[in-house]
């Protein structure tokens, strides 16, 4: 009987398009905990003194999704190592998939920072907005298509000071008139899953804004990168794991997103601003050939 309640509430959670289950199991219920083992379900915390007579609960996950195949996934991961950097760490996977000899680092990842940084965002560090990572890759020797549904300035909302606002504003300026001289695509306009499935089968490696109000719960502007499709769901490696919340790096790649989900989450702030960049390779040598 367990075994067909369990695999009922998994079928009914994959038809909410739930893409896993959690739950929690004492400790000293050992037919509870190969029961959920035994369909797949991976411990990923312990909580100590949880029922009322002080015994400790084990948490448990499983993905309901299968990963996609593994001749698909031409994207390798990397993990960003500061809260603002999911931009260079979305950017690196997709320059590292389009050019092996790559190497992904910490250096690496803070010297994109700088170079695409918007200087100020909500009350931290700036993260960084299209038209800065346009630059960089196209620095390195990539080509690139960049969507954006709007030309006001990207990511404002994430700020209140009008100074700020200013700041932002000036460096996104700077940004558009060193674009406008490079044979780069400045596309205004947006791209749904179907035309970024398209550009994906034909070499391209979408990078896309986010909120990720749908993924954690908090409204900031999040890059993610694209790993691949299948007729239900994109997948796409993010850049960020959440490991306050028992989160791994396996939860972070090739995660499964809803089409519909998908299309409601690539999108920022009041404006609903939408910017997506499709990398490419490139016969063209970089400009920056010491970075590598």
């Given at each position: ?7 009922a ?6 038809e ?8 929690e ?16 379900y ?11 007579d002080?015994?400790a ?15 698909l ?7 960003q190592t ?9 950017l690196?996977?997709a320059?590292?998939?389009l050019?092996?000899?790559l190497e992904l680092?910490?250096?690496?990842e803070l ?7 918007t200087?100020f ?5 700036g993260?960084?907005g299209?038209?800065g990572l346009a630059?960089?890759?196209?620095r390195?020797g ?10 006001g300035?990207?990511?404002?909302d ?9 700041v932002m ?7 558009i ?5 490079l ?5 205004c ?10 550009k994906f ?8 804004l986010i909120?990720s ?6 409204r ?12 239900h ?6 850049p960020?794991v959440?490991?306050?919340?028992g ?12 089409h519909?989900?998908?299309q ?10 939408k910017?997506?960049l499709?990398?490419?390779?490139s016969?063209r ?6 970075l590598?």
């Amino acid at each position: 009987i367990g075994d067909r309640l369990l695999e009922a509430a998994e079928a009914a959670a994959l038809e909410r398009d739930c893409v896993s289950m959690r739950l929690e199991v004492r400790r000293d219920n050992p037919p509870s905990l190969n029961l959920f083992r035994r369909h797949g379900y991976r411990q990923f915390k312990e909580v100590l003194d949880y029922y009322e007579d002080h015994m400790a609960a084990l948490r448990f996950e499983k993905r309901l999704v299968p990963q996609i195949q593994l001749a698909l996934v031409k994207v390798p991961y990397y993990q960003q190592t500061l809260e603002f950097t999911c931009g260079p760490a979305a950017l690196m996977m997709a320059m590292k998939a389009l050019d092996p000899m790559l190497e992904l680092d910490r250096k690496l990842e803070l010297r994109l920072w700088r170079e695409a940084t918007t200087i100020f965002m909500t009350s931290g560090h700036g993260g960084c907005g299209p038209y800065g990572l346009a630059l960089s890759a196209y620095r390195r020797g990539f080509d690139l298509e960049i969507y954006v549904n709007e030309d006001g300035v990207f990511l404002v909302d994430s700020v209140r000071s009008l100074e700020k606002k200013e700041v932002m504003r000036l460096v996104q300026e700077d940004w558009i008139e060193e674009l406008r001289q490079l044979p780069v695509t400045l596309h205004c306009g947006s791209l749904g899953v179907d035309e970024l499935r398209q550009k994906f089968e034909a070499g391209g490696i979408p990078l896309v804004l986010i909120s990720s109000y749908r993924i954690y719960g908090e409204r900031f502007p999040h890059w993610v990168v694209v790993t691949g499709f299948d007729d239900h769901y994109i997948y796409v490696h993010d850049p960020l794991v959440d490991a306050e919340k028992g989160e791994t790096v396996t939860d972070s790649v090739n995660m499964p997103i809803p089409h519909r989900e998908f299309q409601r989450m690539a999108r920022y702030g009041k404006a609903a601003q939408k910017a997506v960049l499709i990398l490419y390779r490139s016969q063209r040598r970089p400009e920056l050939p010491t970075l590598f």
